[in-house]
């Protein structure tokens, strides 16, 4: 029989790799992450075929993630938005929350690893409503995937 888990205990974590790597819980102001991943196709349809055929290429995954905004979460994510070292950044998202057997996405960061590269940090200031942020994370590698 299934285990469903509620969202609401979800948490997402970034920062940058050292020793050891600090990575910073922003889950108290993030209320949507979405996690989609696609696979590049190479076509190889020839003459006279009847229908299209691929082989498979590379995958393409990114995080999107937004929240409310708050002083500390914005400086974590300006200077990793704005960082232009190449370094990638650090990512743990845990979709069904914390414990044990429960899914984990990790990208590592660092020099030469897997990791992130935030490609777009927006904030929006309605009149009407609270401030809010939006980011994009595209990733650099394999993201690894385990049940800790």
Avoid at 51 to 79: H, M
Avoid at 121 to 142: K, L, M, R
């Amino acid at each position: 029989m299934p285990t469903f888990r509620h969202g609401k205990n979800a948490t997402f974590k970034l920062g940058t790799t050292g020793t050891p790597t600090v990575l910073a819980d922003i889950s108290t102001t993030v209320d949507s992450v979405s996690f989609p991943r696609q696979m590049d196709l190479a076509e190889t349809t020839t003459f006279g075929a009847g229908a299209r055929t691929y082989i498979p290429g590379f995958p393409n995954q990114t995080f999107s993630i937004s929240g409310k905004f708050d002083a500390t979460t914005d400086a974590q994510l300006s200077n990793l938005a704005g960082d232009t070292s190449g370094i990638p950044v650090c990512i743990q998202y845990r979709p069904e929350g914390t414990g044990a057997s429960r899914v984990q996405y990790d990208a590592v960061g660092g020099s030469g690893q897997p990791g992130v590269y935030i490609t777009n940090y927006s904030i929006s200031s309605p009149v009407n409503d609270v401030v809010t942020f939006t980011a994009e994370c595209t990733t650099s590698g394999v993201i690894t995937r385990s049940t800790p």
